[in-house]
């Protein structure tokens, strides 16, 4: 079983589309984190979050710890969102690194 | 502003050999990791290394090898390789303050083929 759990796999839109992806786990936390990666390959954290909402730009992301779900909602999508979106969480308890979920393979068409 | 650097960014290798990939921060960030990204798997933690001369394994270390004499640097080390190796390998470092929980900064990736 996997403790992070994304949905949905796959997601095609048309441009100008409101997305949501969620993100459920099911350990302790001391922090979530949203990751990009690019058809490049290349890896970006978008947020890091241990309770309520952040957002940049289009990109808002929040989390519910009592429910130990969280979302990232990108607003007005544009083809270049189109990337692999990734969860991720640290663990509370000791353990440093991050644990991940199988991603989120987003295409906006335009 | 040179960040977090990989090499090499790509690599084949044989069965057996043995392979270093290198990882190189400038920021003095006190906590780097390394992962693995497999299809099918998603990313995972092999090791980790909370500063220099310290590091522990994630949860995939079997048949790696890690090290940290300086600061700034982060070799991981595949003993004899196995095709099972074959991976996309990612470092990456955070905690500016000394926090793990901080943002964690991502390597560019090396593609590791063990034939």
């Known amino acids: 079983k996997n403790e992070v759990e994304q949905s949905p796999q796959n997601l095609t839109a048309q441009e100008g589309e409101f997305i949501t992806i969620n993100c459920s786990y099911s350990?302790?936390?001391?922090?979530l984190h949203w990751l990009q990666q690019h058809p490049g390959g290349g890896i970006v954290s978008l947020f890091m979050l241990s309770s309520g909402k952040k957002k940049h730009g289009r990109l808002i992301a929040t989390i519910n710890i009592q429910e130990k779900h969280s979302s990232l909602h990108i607003t007005a999508s544009h083809p270049r969102d189109s990337a692999v979106y990734i969860c991720?969480?640290?663990?509370?308890?000791?353990?440093?690194?991050?644990?991940f979920g199988k991603g989120t393979h987003l295409i906006i068409q335009p | 502003d040179a960040g977090i650097t990989q090499s090499p960014r790509y690599k084949i290798t044989e069965t057996g050999r043995q392979v270093t990939l290198m990882c190189h921060q400038t920021w003095s960030h006190s906590y780097m990791f390394w992962y693995r990204q497999d299809l099918g798997h998603g990313l995972r933690l092999i090791y980790y290394s909370a500063a220099a001369d310290i590091t522990d394994k994630g949860e995939v270390p079997d048949g790696y090898v890690v090290s940290r004499s300086k600061t700034e640097n982060f070799p991981l080390t595949l003993e004899s390789a196995t095709r099972s190796q074959t991976s996309v390998y990612f470092c990456?470092?955070?905690?500016?303050?000394?926090?793990?929980?901080?943002?964690?900064?991502f390597g560019p990736g090396t593609r590791l083929t063990v034939l």
């Open positions: 350990v302790g936390i001391s922090a």
């Open positions: 991720a969480v640290r663990q509370g308890g000791g353990a440093d690194g991050l644990t």
């Open positions: 990456a470092s955070s905690g500016r303050g000394g926090s793990p929980g901080d943002t964690q900064y």
